[in-house]
């Protein structure tokens, strides 16, 4: 939901997925507005927003990273995340 509600219209969300041995990873990829250098880090606490602007009325509770980390881990993969502004977010993960 992420990637669909920062992604303007017209802009592209792909989902891949792809087995490699025993792992399947699966990337999540958009042609958003991208995340800013200073809050790549931060994206997988807890309750953290990179919007200062936004809050839970306007969307978010800045746990859905944190959860999707946390499941991850839970199963022996990993998570990460490249982004570029203006050019778009990609999350990759492994299980």
């Known amino acids: 939901s992420n990637a669909i509600r ?13 087995c490699d041995g025993e792992q399947v990873e699966v990337t999540i990829s958009d042609t958003g507005e991208g995340i800013r250098s200073e809050d790549l880090q931060h994206v997988f606490e807890r309750f953290y927003r990179g919007e200062k602007s936004r809050n839970r009325a ?6 859905g990273l944190a ?22 977010t990609r999350f990759k993960f492994t299980l």
């Open 6 to 18: 920062h992604t303007p219209e017209g802009g592209r969300v792909e989902v891949c997925g792809r």
């Open 67 to 88: 959860i999707a980390r946390g499941f991850i881990q839970a199963h022996g993969g990993q998570i990460q995340v490249e982004s570029n502004l203006g050019i778009g």
């Open 58 to 63: 306007t969307g978010g509770a800045g746990l």
